[in-house]
């Protein structure tokens, strides 16, 4: 299967995002046209004069996204060349759940024919570590750092694709960079259905998480394993599919152990009972997905 987006990037060594945009191209084929907001993803695939979009690639500011897609979407039907040819979203976190979120429901609302892949590092990774409406619990950022006062993040991670799903959007699903085939199946399928559809990948990035490059993939599947990250599918509101974990759930340590981030839960006095808390949010996904 042809790479869609090439190589020679600026991207960090085991950069996420381009893992993320690369399977998603897969998943849409070549009849596509991407709208990529302001992020990582935009300024190390297309610094002046270069591009690494093998695609049609339209860069949008960080708020509207959703916006442009329904744009073009809508001009697609106007020149009665929208019936095989995809429009494709991909945002951050941080363009998604937070500065991006009154365009995507917008566009959802409307009912464009458009698939919307939120690439999900858990923080604004670009601008320097912020914490964002996708960072986890306890996870230290710039703007929510652990200290004397302070585990890190004290909210939780907001549930993107159940408020897609409230939109009435006939298919949401979650998935992985750790897990490319599921990634690539799954945002095949969203293209083809008709109708707004919401993918989220968990993508976790070497630099703002802090591990070593060569580890991107096996940190992505702990989250899977732990039960913190399901991958699932929705239709038209229901949960349809699950992956299954059955006996080889990990304990939560187990993930976070391997990241920056969460190192303060094991040095300062009472981490364990904030660790518990994470496992408790690993536990529910257990219950409430069947993993």
């Not at 987006?5 to 399977?23: E, I, N, Q, S, Y």
């Not at 500065?99 to 923080?123: K, P, Q, W």
Request: hydrophobic share 40%; aromatic share 8%.
């Amino acid at each position: 299967m042809k790479s869609l987006l090439a190589p020679g990037h600026r991207g960090c060594a085991g950069c996420c995002d381009a893992m993320a945009a690369k399977f998603a191209l897969m998943g849409a084929g070549e009849d596509c046209i991407v709208i990529n907001p302001t992020g990582c993803l935009e300024v190390m695939t297309t610094p002046f004069p270069e591009t690494a979009w093998d695609v049609p690639w339209v860069h949008s500011l960080f708020e509207n996204a959703a916006a442009v897609g329904a744009g073009v979407e809508a001009a697609l039907k106007a020149l009665g060349k929208k019936e095989n040819t995809k429009v494709l979203v991909m945002g951050g976190d941080g363009a998604t759940l937070d500065i991006g979120m009154r365009s995507i429901s917008g566009a959802f609302e409307r009912g464009h024919d458009l698939t919307y892949v939120c690439i999900d590092n858990e923080a604004y990774m670009n601008t320097g570590v912020q914490r964002s409406g996708a960072t986890p619990y306890n996870a230290s950022t710039t703007t929510s750092p652990s200290g004397k006062v302070s585990f890190g993040n004290p909210r939780p991670k907001k549930n993107m694709p159940a408020i897609m799903a409230a939109h009435g959007a006939p298919y949401v699903a979650t998935t992985s960079i750790g897990f490319p085939k599921d990634m690539i199946k799954k945002v095949a399928k969203a293209t083809e259905i008709e109708g707004p559809t919401y993918i989220h990948a968990h993508a976790p990035c070497t630099t703002g998480w802090g591990f070593d490059t060569s580890k991107t993939v096996e940190v992505a599947k702990a989250a899977v394993n732990t039960g913190l990250w399901p991958l699932y599918e929705m239709e038209d509101g229901e949960v349809t599919k699950v992956r299954k974990l059955g006996k080889n759930i990990k304990p939560v340590e187990d993930y976070l152990k391997m990241q920056r981030r969460f190192s303060h839960l094991f040095k300062m006095e009472g981490g364990e009972e904030e660790i518990a808390k994470i496992q408790a949010i690993a536990d529910k996904n257990i219950e409430v997905y069947g993993l």
